[in-house]
């Protein structure tokens, strides 16, 4: 079972999918809690996490997520929270973008002219 660096083991041995799938959950909602105080090393942390995570539920399968309601519903649940801490992060960096922009002004890209050698 794989416990990744920040987190408790847990307290009772189960279903390894189940157990993986919790873990996956708590690693997300501190990812969520570090975009939200813009903690980069909680954010790298975190995603070392859910790295070590997806690898180990990467050998069971996508019929094993359907086989029980319990299982069904912890991959449901961690795939919402991936979808907001997306969301999350591409308004942050929506932002950051605007950020900079607005200190630099516009882009202006030189244009590309043609001008016919005269020889």
Partial sequence: ML????L???AHV???LACNLRQMIAVLERERQAL???DADSLIGAAQDKEALCDA???IGPEALLRDGETRNLAETARQLNEVNRRV???L???VAARIEALGG???MPRATYVPMRG
């Fill in 3 to 6: 416990v990744p660096a920040g």
């Fill in 8 to 10: 408790p083991a847990p």
């Fill in 14 to 16: 189960g279903d390894p």
């Fill in 36 to 38: 939200a105080a813009l």
């Fill in 57 to 59: 539920l990467a050998d």
């Fill in 89 to 91: 992060r591409n308004l």
């Fill in 93 to 95: 960096a929506a932002n």
């Fill in 106 to 108: 516009p882009r202006r």
